[in-house]
């Protein structure tokens, strides 16, 4: 114990883990403050301790602006992002099963693909989608954000080291000697064995989506189709400006209520991540 105590290396890593949970920290305790806060107190007083109560009323005030538009944003950004990371991640369990499982000719030259894919910025191929999706009309719809959402490389790439490290070959094999097709030895074996990977897939995809703003600032022009992120910038914006302004403190509190889901699925989903659904599964 004496020893690790004075072992510098610890304390150095101790130290940096300190200092990056600060910096995360911080802006989260902001904004949980702020959103507590009237439109005067952001202005006046200590920014990150609490003044007058006024959380109650900030969230009243967002779900009515502008007709109790927020409501319709919040659940356009969980139509994207659960529909677009729900397929999202079985594309990525069948792709990633197959190039781990089945040798085919050009196996290895697709998974090289995928790797150079997970390699290029998103932002990139939002101008080619956009011209692509006005070719076929679907520009300014809910398909010209849930179809490129649907399609992860790097999802495919974690499924695919997942099942190559993780579903044993034995396990294929009786399935197949019991007279499994492969179907279902895909849908009782593999997708249970690799459920901890998936529940990462998922949970990256998801917040993909919901924080993504670029793709779908591009796409939409109706205000009834964006999703939350694209909202709540459109509110910041109007700040102070005309008779339709949002106070600061109501697009403050509406950032906050945006991250509550991805809080929420954080905590219920991270206990996947840790079980070990593979032992045992080879005697």
Known sequence: MNTALRNPARWVTLGVLIVASVYFLVPVWWLLVSSTKTNADLFSGNGFWFGHFAFFANLRQVFTQQGGIYSQWLLNSALYAV?????????????GYALAKYPFRGREVTFNVVLAAVLVPQPLLAIPLYLMFSKV????????????SMVSPFGVYLARIYAAASVPDELLE??????????RIFGTIALRVMAPALVTVFLFQFVSIWTNYLLPVLMLANDRLQPVTVGIVGWQSQRGIGPTAVPFNIVVTAAMVSA????VLFL???RFWRSGLTAGSVK
Do not use: C, F, K, M
């Open 174 to 183: 009786a399935g197949r000697i019991d007279g499994a097709g492969e179907v």
């Open 268 to 270: 219920s989903l991270q």
């Open 137 to 148: 009309h679907l520009v300014n719809t809910y398909w010209a954000v849930l179809l490129p």
């Open 83 to 95: 529909g677009g990371a729900a397929v999202s991640t079985l594309i990525s369990s069948l792709a």
């Open 260 to 263: 509550i889901p991805l809080v």
